[in-house]
């Protein structure tokens, strides 16, 4: 399952484009990624007949809600950077004629100034060395008075209940260094302004996690982290096993609790 930055750049993709397609459309279904969708499409104030530009739009997964929102009239193009990914979301639009899909660069969006009505983008400015030049780039290509909106995770803020936090801590934790912005949910409302973008709205969603499979089907793979910190000497494989069977019974006796934020932020591209 591909977890770290590095899983999601292009050349990683073209490699195993199949498991990113099967997390894609996964995780895309859960709690969470549903109510950052419906988030995220309010915050969008689409109208039919209206065009959107989705960024990263991987295997296409919020493509169709896009094409629904403009209706027939309109005009949705997903880009993506990975090429593997875009003959996915191709097909998975083949039967809407007013979406479309491009290969593309977040950083170069192959499209002139002030050319689409909003753009959107979800869980890609985390995994970009530069996500306010992204920022900047979704806000030239929308016109005055347009919503550029973003959503993205905290992954930095992951919590879960535990008899023993600091263990638990560094095994939620253990992975973020493979990711390129693990705060991006929590920095990206000033990131918004300082693309140039005014007026920035944030929308919270934060549901619970109330089942350890979820925590893991996001990809957070624990056992790999519980064997790096015994191997750097961080933590003893007994004390990581513990709390993952911790967390395992809780989940089987109803108790286990967690939550995950995703902050949808939304600036108007000024006039
Ligand atoms: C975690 S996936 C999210 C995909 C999609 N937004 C979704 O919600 O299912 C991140 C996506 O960003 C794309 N990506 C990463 N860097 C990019 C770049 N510089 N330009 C365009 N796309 C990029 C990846 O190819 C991948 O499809």
């Known amino acids: 399952m591909p977890s770290s930055t590095r899983d999601w750049q292009p050349a990683a993709l073209?490699?195993?484009?199949?498991?990113?397609?099967?997390?894609?459309?996964?995780?895309?279904?859960?709690?969470?990624?549903?109510?950052?969708?419906?988030?995220?499409?309010?915050?969008?104030?689409?109208?039919?007949?209206?065009?959107?530009l989705e960024v990263g739009c991987g295997s296409g997964v919020f493509l169709p809600r896009l094409g629904e929102a403009v209706g027939p009239s309109g005009r949705v193009v997903g880009i993506d950077g990975a090429a593997a990914l875009v003959p996915v979301a191709r097909r998975r639009v083949a039967a809407?004629?007013?979406?479309?899909?491009?290969?593309?660069?977040?950083?170069?969006?192959?499209?002139?100034?002030?050319?689409f009505d909003a753009a959107h983008c979800e869980r890609v400015l985390m995994h970009l060395d530069k996500p306010v030049r992204a920022l900047r780039e979704m806000a030239r290509v929308v016109k005055?008075?347009?919503?550029?909106?973003?959503?993205?995770?905290?992954?930095?803020?992951?919590?879960?209940?535990?008899?023993?936090?600091?263990?638990?801590?560094?095994?939620?934790?253990?992975?973020?260094?493979g990711l390129a912005q693990p705060r991006m949910g929590l920095e990206l409302y000033a990131y918004v302004?300082?693309?140039?973008?005014?007026?920035?709205?944030?929308?919270?969603?934060?549901?619970?996690?109330?089942?350890?499979?979820?925590?893991?089907?996001?990809?957070?793979?624990?056992?790999?982290?519980?064997?790096?910190?015994?191997a750097a000497g961080s933590m003893p494989r007994a004390r990581s096993r513990a709390v993952i069977e911790e967390?395992?019974?809780?989940?089987?006796?109803?108790?286990?609790?967690?939550?995950?934020?995703?902050?949808?932020?939304?600036?108007?591209v000024p006039s």
């Open 144 to 177: 005055p008075g347009g919503r550029v909106v973003a959503a993205e995770p905290d992954w930095a803020g992951l919590q879960v209940a535990s008899s023993d936090p600091p263990a638990a801590e560094a095994l939620l934790h253990g992975w973020l260094a």
């Open 14 to 52: 073209a490699v195993d484009a199949e498991a990113a397609v099967a997390y894609l459309d996964r995780v895309s279904v859960m709690p969470l990624l549903q109510q950052v969708a419906e988030a995220s499409i309010e915050a969008l104030r689409l109208a039919p007949g209206q065009s959107v």
């Open 247 to 268: 967390w395992i019974r809780a989940s089987a006796e109803h108790r286990f609790f967690g939550y995950l934020a995703m902050m949808v932020v939304a600036g108007t």
């Open 193 to 230: 302004a300082e693309a140039g973008l005014a007026d920035a709205e944030v929308t919270p969603v934060v549901p619970g996690i109330t089942d350890f499979a979820e925590l893991i089907a996001y990809g957070a793979d624990l056992e790999r982290i519980a064997r790096e910190l015994d």
């Open 96 to 115: 809407l004629p007013a979406v479309t899909v491009e290969e593309a660069n977040a950083y170069q969006l192959p499209y002139a100034d002030k050319t």
